[in-house]
T-cell receptor, first 114, second 115 residues
Framework: ETGVTQSPTHLIKTRGQQVTLRCSSQ?????VSWYQQALGQGPQFIFQ???????GRGNFPPRFSGLQFPNYSSELNVNALELDDSALYLC?????????????FGPGTRLTVL | AQSVAQPEDQVNVAEGNPLTVKCTYS??????LFWYVQYPNRGLQFLLK??????LVKGSYGFEAEFNKSQTSFHLKKPSALVSDSALYFC?????????????FGRGTSLIVHP
């Protein structure tokens, strides 16, 4: 069974640029969620995709967008990067969109915005 | 709105002693509650969850948690701590209502187990 993988591991961008982060979900999982974890904080929910449709969104602006592909992998896109976007971005997958299912997290992508 | 509080930034315990990491929550309906652990430079790992039923939930690596509805708490416990348990622990809650799925995580508690 393959776990959740994310790429790249680290990324450095400058303010105003755009970035795309990628995630491959665990085998058999059809739901992917993205989180932002700032230093010293807990993960904050960005959005969730279930069968290629967004079905939940946290308090993040529209410049945070995503995609889920037929193989259930996913992308997180952030436009017009700001300094405060510097954080660890975590992807998590689960077997269904139900609220009771535990999630399996990837190792994260560390984004630094200069 | 739902919320989670982890009142302690850090918990220190000696190896072999029992440990408790505290979590309180606030939701409008019945809660789904979770504990995750995060080791340095790693993603979060699921430990245990409470959905319904027995208030004492057993999870991975000898951890357990007690759901207390009247105190709106879900404290994580282990009878005998190991040095390898040192990590960052996160409590999370999901509202049981259907519709939009928005989980909320606490700020995390750093557990340090001393040899």
């Amino acid at each position: 069974e393959t776990g959740v993988t994310q790429s790249p591991t680290h990324l450095i961008k400058t303010r105003g640029q755009q970035v795309t982060l990628r995630c491959s979900s665990q085998s058999g999982h059809n739901t992917v969620s993205w989180y932002q974890q700032a230093l010293g904080q807990g993960p904050q929910f960005i959005f969730q995709y279930y069968r290629e449709e967004e079905n939940g969104r946290g308090n993040f602006p529209p410049r945070f967008s995503g995609l889920q592909f037929p193989n259930y992998s996913s992308e997180l896109n952030v436009n017009a990067l700001e300094l405060d976007d510097s954080a660890l971005y975590l992807c998590a997958s689960s077997s269904a969109s139900g609220n009771y299912n535990e999630q399996f997290f990837g190792p994260g992508t560390r984004l630094t915005v200069l | 709105a739902q919320s989670v509080a982890q009142p302690e930034d850090q918990v220190n315990v000696a190896e072999g002693n029992p440990l408790t990491v505290k979590c309180t929550y606030s939701v409008s309906g019945n809660p789904y509650l979770f504990w995750y652990v995060q080791y340095p430079n790693r993603g979060l790992q699921f430990l245990l969850k409470y959905i319904t039923g027995d208030n004492l939930v057993k999870g991975s690596y000898g951890f357990e948690a007690e759901f207390n509805k009247s105190q709106t708490s879900f404290h994580l416990k282990k009878p005998s701590a190991l040095v390898s348990d040192s990590a960052l622990y996160f409590c999370a809650v999901r509202d049981m209502r259907g519709g939009s799925y928005i989980p909320t995580f606490g700020r995390g508690t750093s557990l340090i187990v001393h040899p």
